[in-house]
């Protein structure tokens, strides 16, 4: 199984970024897809997750209401829409997929891409 995040880049505060995530290969069953993000010289965070039927979502407190992930099953696609972008979003973003269930736990998630960077201007 493998993911690719790509879509990241430079964008001023204030502004849009869409990220996408190509999950290939066989996840077994159902899988919660999330998005993570690690700043520098802190440690990764949860910034959200959808359930494998994309009926449900959670959001990090610091990206409700800016940030929306979406999926769609039959590309085998995840996205993460950002607006309203600060400085603070600043950050290499993850996108992970779990088969153990509805969890935001990054621990809990068995397979994770490779990374891309968003850097927000202020």
């Known amino acids: 199984v493998q993911l690719q995040a790509f879509g990241g880049g430079l964008v001023q505060a204030g502004g849009s970024l869409r990220l996408s995530c190509a999950v290939s290969?066989?996840?077994?069953?159902?899988?919660?897809m999330g998005w993570f993000r690690r700043a520098p010289g802190k440690d990764r965070e949860f910034v959200a997750a959808?359930?494998?039927?994309?009926?449900?979502?959670k959001y990090a407190d610091s990206v409700e209401g800016r940030f929306t992930i979406s999926r769609d099953n039959a590309k085998n696609m995840v996205a993460l829409r950002m607006n309203s972008l600060k400085s603070e979003d600043t950050a290499v973003y993850y996108c992970?997929?779990?088969?153990?269930?509805?969890?935001?736990?990054?621990?809990?998630?068995?397979?994770w891409g490779q990374g891309t960077q968003v850097t927000v201007s202020s």
């Open positions: 992970a997929a779990t088969t153990t269930g509805w969890t935001l736990k990054s621990s809990q998630y068995d397979y």
């Open positions: 290969g066989r996840v077994g069953g159902r899988y919660a």
């Open positions: 959808i359930n494998w039927n994309g009926e449900d979502t």
